[in-house]
Every structure is written in structure tokens, then in C-alpha cells.
């Protein structure tokens, strides 16, 4: 069987000129369990802070709304910005949402990269290496059920969490990025990892033997797959239904990246021309037919999907679902051939 992961992901993004916020968000419950009904893998939520789009920035919240109306489908969390909070609320947060799901609950953890994020949150994106180290102490003590104290050098705070989740902390979290002090983060700290980068696995795996811990969930991304796909009868009516909504979720991640300035290590980074979106492949507009072709000729990857993309008209990403559940049984031939 081929390495594939069928994925609905939502970020929530409305523009002031797409579908309003509160349609999104309703549109968003009855999509997950039209999802987990027909049989996708998981549910991706992502999160940031403080975007005129109102990007989803309380991932946990989107969360157990989806686990009241599912049964199997797993959920990703992912990134979220470890370093802009208290890591003692996010592990209560974890806790909750893994028990409402009965253990379908998976974090992966970043660093952050957005300026205003951290003046918003009062950090310092200097700190980002120290409260991610910091952060996940706390919440894997903390979700193991201990009692204790904890020193960061100007206070000491007594922390103590409950409910306990229903998994271990080490199989819900994974540390996410780009560069090579996220794998070797991950090994140290025993978790899984969500890197940006395949090859960075390769420093995870290696880390983790030399450290003597179990690797635990790791994903591996290859190139081929667009980070989203949107099923249509006809790729250029598809095309155009989804294209101002695309433009607007590269350019708005091109100009956080652009912030960041030389240390970005993001996708985006300078892809601010609408004109090349298309060519560049990062969404696609495909027929059931040529997504299945291309998932056999391929050796594995992630099948994405984002119904509500930039804003999308629920009743636009309803299309791409129907079409999807029709095409469950021949995809997932082709995954398994």
C-alpha cells in the first residue's frame, strides 16, 4: 500500500469580499463529518494570530466543535505557535479536545515566524528556542499526570493538569519546521515530527537512534501534490472558481514570509505574482479522474483538500466534497494498488 493521507483542512480565512466568517465556521462542523463519513484520514486545523482575514486562531475551540460530530477521523493541529502561550492552558486545551475525540487529537508544535504575532502576545521572536524547550517540558510532564514545579529562572509556578488525556502526550505531539534544530528538538524531547522539509527526517530518525528513543509519528513530505485540491467536472470552470481565493492565501503567507525577512524558510517566500499561481501547481483544479492518475503514479504523499479555501463559498467546496465521496472507492484502489 502507498504511503497517502487523505486530508480535509481548514484555516478559516474570510476575506472581506469572500463568504462571511459565521457561514464559514458552520459550513466547517457539517463538512467534518460529511469527511469523516466518507472516509478521509484526518481533519487539519492550522492557526495564527491577529490577520485581517480572521485566519482560525483557536484551533482547539474549531476542534471539539468537529470531535461533538465525528466518530473516526483523526485530527491534525498544526502549527501551532508554541512560544506565543501559556503552556500550561495549551496542555488542558490537548487533554480536553483528546478526550472529547476518545484519542484522535495530533499537535504539531512551531516556532512562530510572524512579527506581529509576537509584539501582540508581548514575545520576543529571540525567545522562540528557549519557550519552545520550555513549553513542551511543561506540557508533556504536565499531560503525563505529574505534579510539580516548574523554574524559569525568575518564578517558580506549581503546575498540575486534569483531566489526563486518553493517548500518551509522546503519540499527540509533534514538533514542526524547516531547519535542522527541529528534527534534533523532536528526537530530544521523544516526540514525533512534522517537518517542512523531507530530508529533515533523515536528522530525526538518525537523532532519535543516537538518543535511544522511539521515533513516533513522523511525517515525510514529497514533492508532486499540491497542497490542495479542488475536484471539478472542468478544470478551467475550477480553476477560475478557486483562483482569487488562492491568490489570496499565497500572497497573504508570501508577505508574512517576506516580514520575516532572510531567515524565512517558508514555501511562499517571494511568490507574490498572481499571474505564475497556477503554473507553480500549490492548488490545483483537477477532475476525479486525473487525481486518481496521479495518485498512481506516485509513491505516497498527502491528498489535501481545502473546501473552504480563502474563503470559498461552502456551497463551491460542497461541490469538491460530493465529488470526492464518489471518487472514495477508485482513490483508494489506487492507494492500495
Known amino acids: ?64 466543535g468537529m470531535a461533538a460530530v465525528t466518530r473516526r477521523i483523526r485530527f491534525l493541529l498544526g502549527a501551532v505557535i508554541l512560544p506565543l502561550h501559556d503552556p500550561v492552558e495549551l496542555a488542558e486545551q490537548m487533554a ?30 529571540k525567545d522562540r528556542a528557549k519557550l519552545m524547550d520550555e513549553g513542551l517540558e511543561i506540557i508533556i510532564r504536565a499531560l503525563k499526570g505529574e505534579r510539580f514545579e516548574h523554574d524559569d529562572g525568575a518564578e517558580t509556578r506549581p503546575i498540575f493538569v486534569r483531566p489526563r488525556p486518553v493517548q500518551e502526550p509522546e503519540d499527540i505531539i509533534l514538533v514542526g519546521g524547516g531547519v535542522p534544530a527541529s528534527a534534533r528538538r523532536a528526537a530530544r524531547f521523544g516526540v514525533g515530527f512534522g517537518p517542512m522539509k523531507g530530508d529533515l527526517v533523515d536528522i530525526y530518525l538518525a537523532e532519535c537512534q543516537r538518543l535511544g528513543n522511539r521515533p513516533r509519528t513522523y511525517y515525510r513530505p514529497r514533492p508532486g501534490m499540491p497542497l490542495a485540491v479542488h475536484l471539478c467536472e472542468d478544470p478551467d470552470q475550477g480553476w477560475e472558481a478557486i483562483a482569487p481565493h488562492a491568490v489570496h492565501v499565497i500572497t497573504e503567507y508570501a508577505k508574512w514570509a517576506e516580514a520575516e525577512g532572510d531567515a524565512s524558510s517558508s514555501p511562499f517566500k517571494g511568490m507574490t505574482d498572481p499571474a505564475v499561481l497556477r503554473q507553480a501547481g500549490m492548488f490545483a483544479a483537477w477532475t476525479p479522474q486525473m487525481l486518481v492518475e496521479k495518485v498512481r503514479q506516485a509513491e505516497g504523499g498527502n491528498i489535501g483538500f481545502q473546501p473552504l479555501l480563502g474563503g470559498l463559498s461552502p456551497q463551491e467546496g460542497w461541490k469538491s466534497l460530493k465529488l470526492l465521496q464518489k471518487t472514495m472507492p477508485e482513490l483508494r484502489e489506487a492507494i492500495g494498488g
Open 96 to 125: 480536553v479536545v483528546d478526550n472529547l475525540s476518545n484519542g484522535r487529537l495530533k499537535v504539531i508544535f512551531g516556532a512562530g515566524y510572524v512579527p506581529h504575532e509576537f509584539a501582540m502576545f508581548r514575545k520576543s521572536l
Open 1 to 64: 500500500m502507498k504511503d497517502f493521507t487523505i486530508t480535509v483542512s481548514f484555516d478559516m480565512r474570510s476575506p472581506e469580499w469572500a463568504t462571511p466568517t459565521a457561514d464559514l465556521y458552520r459550513g466547517a462542523i457539517d463538512m467534518a463529518a460529511f469527511a469523516d463519513a466518507i472516509g478521509a484520514d484526518q481533519i487539519g486545523l492550522m492557526q495564527h494570530h491577529g490577520s485581517d482575514d480572521g485566519y482560525l486562531p483557536q484551533p482547539f475551540v474549531l476542534a471539539g
